[in-house]
């Protein structure tokens, strides 16, 4: 239902102003308060990771000392003259002693030279030395004043090895110490970091050696050392995703294959941004209340003097010639109601020329569509691929289909097979080459199988941009004319072929004439009658056989000028042939019989009868 001017909404633009500052507003807060909480994630997540690479290269340090520490007692042990005076007894009782004394090892197993154990303690069960293997690579790989740790495979727990010299600098055996990695490790089991930040002790392999709750921790997914690190010493990750994300800072042991990782909850290190952006939030939302306020007062009184405009602007849309007159106000709006005003004027004068230019417009094009339609001559419209779009009577009677079936096919369909190539060649050159048309004469074939000659001129029309945009056919059936002219070429070959023909049989008479005439002219004195009349004869027959061929030239050029009369009468053929037999050359040993009824009539010119039967006798003669 439409709505009168004076049932604008009073606040409708007021209201969707404000409603729209209102949803400027939470967009604003929103996109406010998450980039300033990522700001701050990224910052604090920054910070945390510093802090946690730092917790850990402490721990790291503190492991690596009490390792070295471990490593010293094991040296100063390895000194003591009982170990490598090679008592058993005495050996056995220092190693001991040794135990007793010292709270960090599990066990201690002296190597001779060659890498057999010699002695052997522990602390938790009884030692013998023949349950250990031999460790010769391990005796060979010690130097003097040297120690190795080594990571033991499934166990948490070092083997620490500090070589026997005697004397000083000469290697004669190595003292193993099984070192438990929680004896060195206490200040990694005992820290915290807010609620959920623990450490741990790892191999090289991400596997948990040392933890509050090594048990539990062991079992879960290993720390990606090796992409942490990436070839470093320290470095930070994360491991999982979402809300099970936790943030790991990795420091290598330079003691054995090992690390110390930091871990900590992601959301448990970024709680302070959380706050943060909660009380970010709810400041932005009372700037944006506050904001919606202003903006909804602001448009009530810009507003107000709008009101006469926009009743002019909706009667002018629903098709009234109105004008808003004059505005008593100087700033913008009144300006605007005057621009209103002069607009309108415009609006109507070119409203006036756009109808009388569209009515010409379709007077023209139905002009155009009737001539399209009434022409003669075949026409058709459609993209430049070759698709006949539109198509009118002519051309659909030349191609001998519907109007449906022509229109929607490629003009190549209608074409006889062997113009097919060369078409579409000549089609691709207008469609992206520089030629705008083209003129060709191409056959077309019917549904019937009868083939139509056409004159096809195809012009290119481009687009503003000057793209090809569609192209125009003019198709003429010249079938007639070319029929015409395949005539007139066989005419033409068949009088060059018979005045060649002719100029051959003229001078094989000629020839003979000339020689007799000689013959004559020169021994007829000497000469019998006989001979003499034989020659007389033979003169006869190719002087008529000179005559019957000069005829036949004067018959044709008599045909071609269309002046060619025949008289027709009843003729006996006998007579005919005879005469015909007898002007016949001489053949060799050839012998020409003839035998016609003499009541044979038949009605025909007697003149050009002969010449038949004489071209016909002479052809059989040649080639027969």
Do not use: C
């Not at 460790?135 to 727990?157: C, F, I, K, M, Q």
């Not at 503003?464 to 056919?473: D, I, K, V, Y």
């Not at 060059?496 to 100029?503: D, K, P």
């Amino acid at each position: 239902m439409s709505r009168s001017a004076t049932d604008l909404p009073r606040f409708g633009l007021v209201g969707r102003l404000g409603v729209a500052a209102v949803i400027a507003g939470f967009l604003a807060a929103a996109i406010g308060a998450t980039a300033i909480g990522l700001w701050a994630s990224e910052a604090l997540e920054g910070q945390v990771e510093e802090t946690n690479l730092g917790v850990a290269n402490r721990l790291a340090v503190a492991t690596d000392d009490g390792i070295r520490s471990a490593s010293t007692v094991l040296q100063v042990a390895a000194t003591r003259r009982a170990l490598y005076s090679g008592d058993r007894i005495d050996a056995v009782s220092e190693l001991h002693n040794l135990l007793t004394n010292t709270l960090h090892f599990d066990s201690l197993v002296l190597y001779d030279a060659d890498g057999t154990p010699a002695a052997a303690a522990a602390s938790r069960y009884l030692a013998r030395a023949e349950r250990f293997p031999p460790r010769p690579d391990l005796v060979a790989s010690l130097t003097s004043g040297g120690w190795s740790a080594n990571l033991l495979e499934g166990t948490p727990s070092l083997e620490l090895a500090a070589p026997l010299e005697s004397p000083p600098g000469r290697v004669v055996g190595a003292l193993v110490a099984t070192l438990p990695l929680d004896a060195v490790t206490s200040r990694v089991v005992e820290l915290r970091l807010g609620q959920t930040g623990r450490a741990r002790l790892v191999d090289d392999e991400g596997v948990t050696l040392v933890h509050v709750d090594r048990d539990r921790v062991v079992a879960q997914e290993r720390v990606p050392v090796g992409p942490i690190l990436g070839g470093r010493e320290a470095g930070s990750g994360s491991i999982g995703s979402g809300a099970d994300e936790t943030l790991v800072a990795v420091v290598r042991l330079s003691t054995f294959q090992g690390a110390v990782v930091v871990e900590q909850d992601r959301q448990d290190a970024l709680r302070p941004v959380a706050q943060t952006r909660m009380q970010l939030t709810l400041i932005l939302l009372a700037i944006v209340a506050v904001t919606v306020a202003t903006v909804l007062l602001a448009g009530r009184s810009f507003l107000r003097p709008v009101r006469p405009l926009a009743e002019a602007v909706q009667r002018y849309g629903s098709g009234e010639r109105v004008r808003v007159g004059s505005i008593a106000r100087h700033d913008e709006i009144g300006t605007l109601a005057a621009h209103f005003d002069r607009m309108a004027d415009a609006l109507d004068e070119r409203v006036e020329e756009l109808e009388e230019t569209n009515q010409r417009l379709r007077e023209a094009q139905e002009r155009l569509d009737d001539a399209f339609q009434d022409s003669p001559i075949g026409m058709a419209t459609g993209p430049v691929d070759g698709t006949l779009t539109r198509a009118n009577p002519a051309l659909v009677a030349i191609v001998g289909r519907t109007a449906s079936a022509v229109e929607g096919e490629s003009i190549l369909v209608h074409l006889h097979p062997e113009e097919v190539e060369g078409a579409a060649r000549q089609l691709s050159s207008l469609r992206y080459g520089p030629r705008r048309a083209l003129s060709a004469e191409w056959r077309m074939r019917r549904p019937d199988g009868s083939e139509v000659w056409t004159l096809l001129t195809a012009t290119r029309i481009d687009d503003r941009e000057g793209r090809p945009a569609e192209l125009f056919w003019q198709v003429q059936d010249i079938t007639p004319r070319k029929r015409a002219e395949q005539e007139l070429l066989r005419l033409d070959r068949a009088k060059t072929e018979f005045v060649a023909n002719a100029a051959h049989e003229l001078r094989t008479p000629l020839t003979a004439l000339s020689g007799l005439a000689e013959v004559l002219a020169d021994r007829w004195q000497s000469m019998d009658p006989d001979q003499v009349e034989q020659s007389l004869e033979a003169l006869v027959r190719q002087a008529t056989r000179t005559r019957v061929l000069v005829q036949e030239l004067l018959d044709l050029l008599r045909v071609e000028s269309g002046s060619q009369r025949f008289d027709l009468r009843r003729v006996r053929v006998a007579p005919v042939v005879t005469q015909a037999v007898g002007s016949l050359p001489q053949l060799g040993e050839k012998v020409v019989r003839a035998e016609v009824p003499e009541e044979l009539e038949v009605l025909a010119d007697e003149s050009a009868l002969d010449r038949i039967v004489v071209s016909l006798l002479a052809n059989a003669a040649r080639y027969g």
